[in-house]
């Protein structure tokens, strides 16, 4: 996850008058770079995506928090600007190959088969994996997360599709 800024703080206060709520946010972005961060943002915006997976090695042991159900999370687009706010709706840690075909389909990336799923996330988990230097394998535990969309109201509001 990214730091919060003056940017973000001023970003999530309307949302947070509008719903009447006294919570607070994480803030994060799709992908491992500007433009792939923009181009799953895209497919938020256009009601397709609304899931996403990390690995659960990134979490805990001075690391971020692990996510939880109803988390508030203020979405970068790639060139750093907050875009929209989500809420966490569905948490599961389970191994990377045990993605079923509807999580596949709701996070809305490639074809959203399964087998699509799996082959883009064993590449961009390599990518992390060679980066790091850790193993990556079928096994590796991965957080499942599906989210809502809530913030502008004009995106919230579109149907997942």
């Not at 001023?10 to 992908?31: E, L, M, Q, T």
């Not at 256009?46 to 690995?55: F, H, I, Q, V, Y």
């Not at 790639?78 to 045990?98: F, H, R, W």
């Not at 990518?127 to 790091?132: F, G, L």
Request: hydrophobic letters at 40%; proline letters at 6%.
């Amino acid at each position: 996850m990214l730091s919060k800024t003056v940017e973000t703080e001023y970003f999530f206060k309307p949302f947070k008058r509008h719903v009447g709520i006294d919570a607070d946010y994480v803030v994060g972005s799709f992908g491992d770079s500007p433009a792939l961060a923009d181009e799953l943002l895209a497919l938020v915006v256009a009601g397709t995506k609304r899931a996403t997976a990390s690995l659960r090695r990134n979490y805990g042991d001075g690391r971020e928090p692990l996510p939880s159900v109803e988390d508030y999370v203020v979405v970068l687009a790639g060139n750093g600007v907050p875009s929209l706010i989500c809420q966490t709706t569905d948490i599961e840690v389970k191994p990377l190959s045990a993605v079923d075909d509807q999580f596949a389909w709701d996070e809305g990336e490639g074809d959203r088969t399964r087998a699509g799923w799996l082959a883009n996330h064993r590449h961009y988990f390599a990518r992390e994996a060679e980066r790091d230097g850790f193993a990556m394998h079928d096994d590796i535990l991965v957080v499942f997360e599906r989210f809502r969309v809530v913030w502008p109201l004009a995106i919230a509001d579109r149907p997942p599709g």
